[in-house]
Structures are given as C-alpha cells and as structure tokens.
C-alpha cells in the first residue's frame, strides 16, 4: 500500500521524471539491455534513496528489468511529494511523503521494507539499521545491497568490524563512475544552485568557508572559486589540506575562519564541525549550510538553545537571533542543502550513479548468495561499462593502446 501525501500530484510529478529522463542516457542504454533480458525478473527490491525525479527513474528501470519495486525516501526533507506521486502511477510502490517527523519516516522505511526484499539499495545507511534492529525479521531473505553515499560506506564498515553485518553489500559510492562526478561535479555544482536559489543574494567577491576537501569538498570549493568566490578550506587532515593550498585556496582553522566567512558549507560525514564558539564569532547575515549526509554537521540544537529568537527568514532559510544582536541564517535545517533546499544533483551526473547502482544489483543478485557478508567493492567491468555508456553519449572518441604500446607497459 503507497504512502503519499497526495496522489492528485502525479502529473506534475511524471513531467519532472520524464524532463530527468531525457538527460539521462546511461540509463537508457540499460534499459534497451534490462527490457529485452529482465535480469531482474521476479526479484523484489526495497529502495531508501532521496526521492526526486533521477531516482524515479532508477526505480522506473528497475522494474524495466523485472523487478517488483518498494520505493521510499532517505531523509524526510529530499522527498518531492510530485515525484513520489507520479512514480507510484508508474505501478511502484511508494512509502514516502516531505517532511514528515522521525516516527513516521521510520514507519514508511519499514513499510518499504515489509516487502521482504532479495535486494536492498541504501543511501546513509537507514534501511541497513532497520534491517540490523526493528526490521530484522525482513533481513532473512536478503541477498545483498548496494550503498549510494560515503556515510552510508562508513557506518557499514563500521557494523562489518564489530562482526555485526548480516549481508554483502557493494560500496556504489567508492565505484570510480560515482564519486569522482557525482561527489565532486554533483555536489560542487548543486550546493550553490540551491544557495542562490534559496538566498537569492551576490556571491561574487564573498568569503565562502568550505569544512572538509574530500570529494564532495573538493567540489564545492571549485565551484565557489568559479563563482567568483574567496574561498577558505577547513580540514583534519593533512595531505588534503595541502591539497587544498596547492589547489589556491585559503587554508585556515574553522576557530580562524568563523570570523571570515559569508557562506559556510560543511561536506565533513562528522558531528559538531560547527560549533557554539563558532556561532560567537560569526558576521551578522552569515548563512550556514550543510551538504554532509546527517544534519549533524552544524550543531543546530545548540544553535537553536543559544539563539533569543528564531524565525522564518524565507522559505527553507531560519534566521537564528542572536543576544548580540547578530542574525545567523540556517539553510534547510542543516539538512543537506542541495537535495532539501533544491533539486540535488543534476540528471546526467545521478545518470551515471544510477547506472552503477543499476549494474551493482543485478551483480549482486548473482554473486550475493556466495559472498559472506561484508562490504565490497563494486567489480571494475561495472565502472568500465558505465563510463563507455557516457562516452558514447558524450559522442567522445578515445585511443587505444596498440600491440606494441600493451607490450611495452607491461616490459620490465
Ligand atoms: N550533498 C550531497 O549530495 C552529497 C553527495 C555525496 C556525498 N555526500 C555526503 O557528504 C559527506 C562527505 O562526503 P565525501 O565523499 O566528500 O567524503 P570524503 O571522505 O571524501 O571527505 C570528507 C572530508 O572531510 C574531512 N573532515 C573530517 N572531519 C572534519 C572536520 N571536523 N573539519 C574539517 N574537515 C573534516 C576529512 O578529512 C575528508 O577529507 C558525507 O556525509 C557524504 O555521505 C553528500
């Protein structure tokens, strides 16, 4: 049975998974392949992935190729009610709806999960503690999963070295043809369309402070200096910071930057990066956003208890007083801005995410009974298909070694 706030939405939702479709065209390569072998014929699947328009058209293929799909969102604020709306009138079932309270969102993953799936495809990492805690009647029949981002990676590392993982699951967001585009362009690019969008203020000539320069960082800090943007990088880590220098940025402590940054985007997979000393240092009119998987990144709750008055400042935009008199502005409630305040990636990046999440299922389907469980890499014929896919697409042509070039690499 769907869970939807309002099926009348569907239309509206079908035109934005149709627009997504035509800018995704992996995809639809897979799906000439999946209609005419149905790979996945009489599998049931269980998805927890931010629900918008490319994932519609992940579930849409998977069911192309035989699959009986349970579709739901991965963090109550990225659900698009439309799009839910629109790809349960394609015959998904759908168990999602915005904004919905923590009870109800676990209600509508376990809904999903009631399905008892073969295949689940994770995106944080929620069905897997579902799967591992209330839901674990529905893990027995279980063959594999696959893992969208890098959060969801680490919290199954994490379950796989207490002995405490029930099934193989494929690290999707490690698979060259995710992160190296997804993380970095996706991110890059999607962070700051959904800051202007929602702000609508000049960036050009500001001080963006960017925390963590791994994929997602590395991303977001690129764009804003395209933006026009002095950008500072905070980090923990030594070789990235060094990176980050080499790459032209400002290197600094967020204890140092607090005081410098207009805009702040946290990418960091880690608690508290902002904190309440931070908060005392900040500009007046400073925005905060955060594009890291938990809304953990910005300690909102001390944020919110520091504050004399919070309040609606725009839509997804609180403005957080504070007894100084300084207004700090909160992005999506430190929810990942780009996915909660906008439209998340765009298609031909989730275009090539998908087809590897798409090629990691149907692998998983097969290889999933031998493999004991724990937390694999994606096989590399994955990443070699999906990037000739986009090559074609591109209409980009490149060289290939000759005899002679082959055996000269491999001389000693
Ligand atoms: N918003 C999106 O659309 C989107 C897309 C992909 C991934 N993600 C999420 O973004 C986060 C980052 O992903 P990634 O792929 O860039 O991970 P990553 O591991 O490549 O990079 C994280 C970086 O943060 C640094 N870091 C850790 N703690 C820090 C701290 N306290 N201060 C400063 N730097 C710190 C690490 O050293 C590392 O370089 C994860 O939560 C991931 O799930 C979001």
């Known amino acids: 049975m769907n869970i939807l706030r309002d099926e009348g939405l569907a239309g509206q939702g079908r035109q934005k998974i149709e627009w997504a479709r035509a800018y995704m065209p992996a995809l639809a390569r897979l799906r000439e392949v999946f209609l005419r072998e149905?790979?996945?014929?009489?599998?049931?699947?269980?998805?927890?992935?931010?629900?918008?328009?490319?994932?519609?058209?992940?579930?849409?293929?998977?069911?192309?190729?035989?699959?009986?799909?349970?579709?739901?969102?991965?963090?109550?604020?990225?659900?698009?009610?439309?799009?839910?709306?629109?790809?349960?009138?394609?015959?998904?079932?759908?168990?999602?709806?915005?904004?919905?309270?923590?009870?109800?969102?676990?209600?509508?993953?376990?809904?999903?999960?009631?399905?008892?799936?073969?295949?689940?495809?994770?995106?944080?990492?929620?069905?897997?503690?579902?799967?591992?805690?209330?839901?674990?009647?529905?893990?027995?029949?279980?063959?594999?999963?696959?893992?969208?981002?890098?959060?969801?990676?680490s919290r199954l590392r994490a379950r796989m070295a207490a002995g405490a993982l029930r099934y193989p699951v494929y690290a999707v967001n490690d698979a060259d043809m995710k992160h190296l585009f997804?993380?970095?362009?996706?991110?890059?690019?999607?962070?700051?369309?959904?800051?202007m969008a929602t702000s609508n203020v000049l960036l050009a000539g500001k001080t963006a402070v960017v925390a963590g320069y791994g994929w997602c960082g590395r991303g977001v800090a690129m764009r804003a200096a395209g933006l026009g943007m002095k950008v500072i990088v905070t980090e923990i880590d030594a070789v990235k910071a060094i990176e980050a220098v080499m790459d032209g940025h400002t290197v600094m402590t967020m204890d140092e930057a607090a005081a410098c940054g207009d805009f702040f985007v946290t990418v960091t997979g880690v608690r508290d990066v902002i904190a309440p000393r931070h908060f005392h240092k900040m500009k007046d009119g400073a925005i905060l956003a955060n594009a890291g998987h938990f809304d953990v990144e910005i300690d909102v709750a001390a944020l919110r208890s520091g504050s004399t008055r919070c309040f609606e400042?725009?839509?997804?935009?609180?403005?957080?007083?504070?007894?100084?008199?300084?207004?700090?502005?909160?992005?999506?409630?430190?929810?990942?801005?780009?996915?909660?305040?906008?439209?998340?990636?765009?298609?031909?990046?989730?275009?090539?995410?998908?087809?590897?999440?798409?090629?990691?299922?149907?692998?998983?389907?097969?290889?999933?009974?031998?493999?004991?469980?724990?937390?694999?890499?994606?096989?590399?014929?994955?990443?070699?298909?999906?990037?000739?896919?986009?090559?074609?697409?591109?209409?980009?042509?490149?060289?290939?070694?000759?005899?002679a070039q082959e055996a000269y690499r491999h001389h000693f």
């Open 38 to 153: 149905k790979p996945l014929e009489g599998t049931v699947i269980a998805t927890s992935v931010h629900l918008e328009a490319k994932t519609a058209n992940l579930a849409l293929l998977l069911k192309d190729a035989g699959a009986e799909v349970f579709a739901t969102g991965c963090n109550p604020l990225s659900t698009q009610d439309d799009v839910a709306a629109g790809l349960a009138s394609y015959g998904v079932a759908v168990t999602a709806t915005h904004g919905c309270d923590p009870a109800e969102y676990t209600r509508q993953l376990s809904a999903a999960l009631s399905c008892s799936p073969h295949l689940v495809l994770d995106d944080g990492g929620d069905f897997a503690e579902l799967l591992h805690g209330q839901c674990s009647e529905y893990a027995a029949r279980v063959v594999g999963a696959t893992e969208e981002t890098t959060t969801g990676v």
């Open 182 to 195: 997804d993380n970095r362009y996706g991110t890059g690019e999607s962070v700051w369309a959904a800051i």
């Open 313 to 403: 400042q725009r839509a997804n935009i609180l403005g957080f007083e504070q007894p100084d008199g300084r207004v700090l502005n909160l992005i999506a409630e430190g929810r990942l801005c780009n996915i909660a305040a906008g439209n998340g990636h765009p298609a031909e990046i989730m275009d090539m995410s998908f087809a590897v999440q798409a090629l990691a299922l149907t692998d998983m389907l097969k290889v999933g009974p031998s493999l004991n469980p724990g937390v694999y890499n994606v096989p590399r014929e994955i990443d070699i298909k999906v990037s000739a896919y986009k090559l074609a697409a591109l209409g980009v042509g490149i060289d290939k070694l000759t005899e």
